[in-house]
């Protein structure tokens, strides 16, 4: 098995982080994964606000109950006149794009030994009044990252999957 599908497998969600700092070279590391997460016409819409101070995690707690006591979360967002628009029915590729770079942060916090847990239960109007965002930014995720308690555990629901013939059209 590739050093790649090992990882995946390993990660799971984590509710339980010890409060220890993260280090400025772990998310330096990160941040670096970020800016090569792949994006629709490479426009790199993707804007992230890295939360870390007392003051910053007591907002996120303002507008989510789920930060699970990580001392670092990213808010992942889209600057909506940098996505890429489709011609045929002028969707755009915002939402997407900040998906794949939250999946790269992801992935990442992993491979560095760190926990994460993908947030979308957040009051996205109060997140951004709290974070000053401008009306072009939209918030699409928020990250916890930072170590695992001790005895941390992926859930239940971790290890269920739908069985290969049921996602196959």
């Known amino acids: 098995m590739s050093d790649f599908a090992q990882l995946a497998k390993r990660r799971y969600s984590l509710r339980a982080f010890k409060p220890d700092a993260v280090p ?11 800016l090569v ?3 629709a016409h490479n426009n790199q819409p993707q804007r992230i606000k890295v939360l870390r101070s007392t003051q910053e995690l007591t907002l996120v707690d303002e507008f989510t109950p789920c930060r699970f006591g990580a001392p670092l979360v990213f808010v992942v967002c889209f600057a909506r006149t940098a996505a890429w628009r489709r011609s045929f029915d002028g969707a755009h590729s915002g939402v997407v794009d ?9 992935l990442a ?19 951004a009044e709290l974070l000053g965002l401008s009306e072009n930014l939209e918030p ?6 930072g170590f695992a308690q001790d005895d941390a555990r992926p859930s239940e ?8 013939s049921d996602i196959l059209l």
Do not use: C, N
């Not at 900040?98 to 992801?106: G, Q």
């Not at 699409?140 to 990252?145: E, F, K, S």
């Open 98 to 106: 900040a998906s794949i770079v939250t999946t790269h942060l992801m």
């Open 109 to 127: 916090a992993a491979d560095l030994g760190l926990g994460s847990v993908w947030v979308m239960y957040f009051d996205p109007a109060k997140a």
């Open 140 to 145: 699409v995720a928020v990250l916890p990252v």
């Open 37 to 39: 997460a792949p994006t």
């Open 24 to 34: 400025q070279e772990m998310i330096d590391a990160l941040l670096e994964m970020a």
């Open 157 to 164: 629901f971790h290890a269920r999957s739908l069985a290969l």
